[in-house]
Each structure stands twice: as C-alpha cells, then as structure tokens.
C-alpha cells in the first residue's frame, strides 16, 4: 500500500505579514496545492492507494462558503479516497467547520472525514485515528486511543494532529502526546507508522523515520525550516516502510539573520550581498523576507540600503519585512568628507554647515554636534 501524507493546508488563512496582492497569491497557491497533490496521486506509475491529511486542512471554521467550494472542487480532482482527520483549527469553540452547512451541502464522495478510533482502509489495513474535539483538548487524546488497541493483524497508521511531549518544551499543556506510548505501540506491533499533523514543517520526530510530521505544502511562517513537502509513504509491509519526502511549494518565507543574530550591514559591500541574493532567487515574486537588521552605515550607504529595501517592498518581492526586534539604523557621519546633502536649502543648509564646522574643529570631543547633524538629517526626511 502507498499514500501521501500530508497536513495543514490551512485554506483560509490570513497572511497578514505580505502585501495585498501577493496574500492573494499565496491563497491561491494553497489551493493550486491541492491539484499538485491529485496530479501525484492520480499519477498510475506512482501506485498511490489513498491520501490522508493529518488535519488542519481549513484555518478556521469561519472560512468562506466560497473557500469551501473550492477546496472541495480540488479535492473532487483527486481520483482516491482523502482521508481527513480534524485538527485544532477546524474548532473555535463549539464551532466546528464540519457540521458547517456549506460543508455538508458540498461535500465530495472521495471526502472521508475519520471516525475516532479504527477506520478500515481496504482488507489489510487500518486507520487508527485521533481527531480533536476542540481547540486544545485536556488530555492525550492520541494515548487513549492506543490504549484500546488489540493486535489485529493488519497494517496501521497512527493519524494524529498536535504535539510530543518530547518534541515541545510547553510542560504545562495537557493535551500532550506521549512519545512512551507511541514508541510502546510501534515496537509492540500495534501500530507501524505515526502520519502528524499540527508543525508546520516536515520532521523526523526522536530520530524515529516511522514517527513523521509532513509539514504544510506551502509555507505560513518565516520560522519553518522545511515547509512545502508532502510524504510519499510505501508500505510494503509491516516491516518495510519507504517515505519520499516531494517538494511542491511555490512560495519560499526567508529569513535574513535570526532574532539570535542579527544581519549586520557595515560596508557598501554588504548591500552588494544582498542585492545579489534577491536578483539570484528563482521566484522573487513568490519570496517574502523578513530582516533581523543591525545597520551603522555612512550617509550616502544609508540611503542605498533605502532605496534597496524600497524596491524589494514595492516592486520586487513577495513580501518584505524589517523585524520589529531590529535595532534602529545608525547613521554614521562624517561631514568632514561627505558632500553637503542638495536636498538641503535655507535655514536647514545653515544649520547643517555651523553643525559640521563646529563638529570638525574638534571630532574628537564634539560628539553632540554629529549626533546633531545625523538628527537633522532623519527629521529632513534625508535618511530614515
């Protein structure tokens, strides 16, 4: 048997963090996800049997009746059984986006939303699933599913949507899963491969290649560090499972420095840099990035960094960003040796050239009068 793993398309989801026309774009492309995976699971030399979404297919329950349509639409595209598990964004408090009428009225016969506990998947297979019946549960809902569990015979795939408590560091969450009782289950034969939902990006969860999360097939965050892939999953028998992970984003969320270590701008060459990094991307129109900024530069750098970080928000990129953790840029002047700045006139030019003169008669001590000076020129608007 062989299914794609997938999870948290997130259809209806607000990217707040890019302009208005490429968040239309990036909604699109999470639709357009959807045909990729039914072009690969419809492709016959693949032997694809089914494809499981390991929850969070919708963002929210309040999504658009139009949203709807569409994803199903696409999921109609797909010509095997989708297997859907519910996941904490299907739920807002008792709202829940499968009793939505919208959703039952268009719902697709290929649409199979799982049942808690066993779902039958052919002769030899199971899918032991464990949606969520809300936002955050109070318990390990995963482990009281194992917990029922008997050998049967049969292939299974553990279906689960949320967090190992040895993969999150959030002790106090009640609705943890136990890697214990996965592991228990796995090396007791129970259960043969754990498909997650809920990280945003594919991982191997505690070095274990049966314990998987997917990730989401196009990025929603600059925090994920391997988002766009599906999960191809062979298994040829209990004990010889195959997962291909497969590239199908369009969208890339980059990140320029870190909150740790931030991206330091000195030299004219630094700019270079990274003018040459966004002319070098494949996709600059589907590419948001966002910049952890520590920027003390001269003048006429400073205003090459603007005019630079201008093109990439206005015309170049997807979407651009200056983290709010950046520390504000720094001007450096040196009006000993800079040309006096033409946009300057009048009152302002007189006051920049006493300013420089007292500033050069003693560079050393007359430090108010360069801060003076840079002062004047970010409230002329000169520099930012």
Do not use: C
């Not at 030899?124 to 109070?138: H, S, V």
């Not at 314990?211 to 999953?233: D, K, M």
């Not at 040796?337 to 050393?364: F, Q, V």
Request: a negative charge; proline letters at 5%; zero cysteines.
């Amino acid at each position: 048997m062989k299914f794609i793993h997938t999870s948290d398309w997130q259809i209806g989801m607000n990217f707040g963090f890019l302009k208005e026309k490429s968040r239309n774009l990036m909604a699109d492309a999470r639709l357009a996800a959807i045909n990729r995976i039914a072009e690969i699971a419809n492709d016959e030399s693949r032997g694809i049997d089914f494809v499981l979404v390991a929850g969070d297919l919708f963002d929210t329950p309040r999504v658009s009746e139009a949203n709807i349509k569409l994803v199903m639409r696409n999921i109609r595209k797909i010509k095997k059984p989708v297997y859907v598990l519910a996941g904490n964004h299907e739920w807002n408090g008792n709202e829940y986006i499968y009793d939505n009428p919208a959703f039952l009225e268009n719902k697709e016969s290929n649409f199979i939303l799982l049942e808690p506990g066993i779902n039958v998947i052919g002769d030899d297979y199971e899918i032991i699933a464990a949606p969520l019946q809300g936002k955050q549960e109070n318990f390990d809902v995963v482990t009281e599913q194992l917990n029922k569990l008997v050998p049967s015979g049969k292939t299974r795939i553990l279906a689960a949507h949320g967090q190992p408590d040895s993969f999150i560091s959030v002790i106090e969450r009640e609705d943890k899963i136990s890697s214990a009782a996965i592991k228990q289950a796995l090396e007791s034969g129970l259960i043969h491969y754990v498909a997650l939902g809920d990280t945003h990006s594919m991982e191997i969860v505690d070095g274990d290649p049966r314990i998987r999360y997917s990730g989401a097939p196009e990025p929603t965050s600059f925090r994920e560090p391997s988002p766009g892939y599906i999960l191809i999953v062979d298994m040829k028998d209990k004990f010889n499972i195959r997962v291909e992970p497969l590239e199908i984003a369009t969208w890339k969320l980059k990140r320029i420095g870190t909150p740790q270590k931030f991206e330091q701008l000195r030299e004219a060459e630094h700019l270079t840099r990274l003018k040459n990094m966004v002319e070098e991307l494949d996709n600059p129109s589907r590419t948001a990035i966002k910049i952890y900024l520590d920027s003390e530069l001269d003048l006429e750098q400073e205003m090459l960094r603007q005019e630079l970080f201008r093109e990439w928000d206005e015309d170049i990129l997807g979407g651009f960003a200056i983290s709010k953790r950046s520390k504000s840029p720094v001007v450096k002047i040196d009006p000993i040796n800079e040309p006096e700045p033409t946009e300057l006139t009048g009152y302002m030019l007189s006051a920049y050239r006493e300013l420089r003169d007292s500033y050069a008669a003693d560079p050393d001590h007359n430090i108010a009068e360069r801060e003076a000076l840079r002062l004047l020129l970010k409230y002329t608007g000169i520099v930012r």
